[in-house]
């Protein structure tokens, strides 16, 4: 099993920037990949980000392009997400999931194991 655990949450105003942070920890495979969702009540979770580094591949939606970056910290087991010019409608509960079989990287349905998400607030 894989644990993946979550911080860097919080308020930050229009056109701020936070940084999220998942520490992984628990099994480790040679090729897995992981990502960032994001969901607003109501709506189906979103597929923001993702890193696949055993290819040095990355992954943005559209929403978030050139505006967030994904990175891995190899020695933490780490990864981040950096979000700068925030906007109000970044505001969801953001969470870090794993998927085993780093070939799936680019398919949501295929991710393993979650985290418990945090929540960012963007206010205008």
């Known amino acids: 099993q894989v644990q993946l655990v979550e911080s860097g949450g919080g308020l930050v105003q229009a056109g701020g920037s936070l940084r999220l942070s998942c520490a992984a920890s628990g099994r480790t495979f040679s090729d897995y990949a992981m990502g960032w969702f994001r969901q607003v009540p109501g709506k189906e979770r979103e597929f923001v980000a993702a890193?696949?580094?055993?290819?040095?591949?990355?992954y943005y939606a559209n929403s978030v392009k050139g505006r967030f970056t994904i990175s891995r910290a190899n020695a933490k087991n780490t990864v981040y997400l950096q979000m700068s010019s925030l906007k109000p409608e970044d505001t969801a509960v953001y969470y870090c999931a794993a998927v085993a079989d780093g070939s799936s990287w680019l398919q949501p349905r295929k991710y393993d194991y979650w985290g418990q998400g945090t929540q960012v607030t963007v206010s205008s």
């Open positions: 890193i696949r580094w055993s290819i040095s591949a990355f």
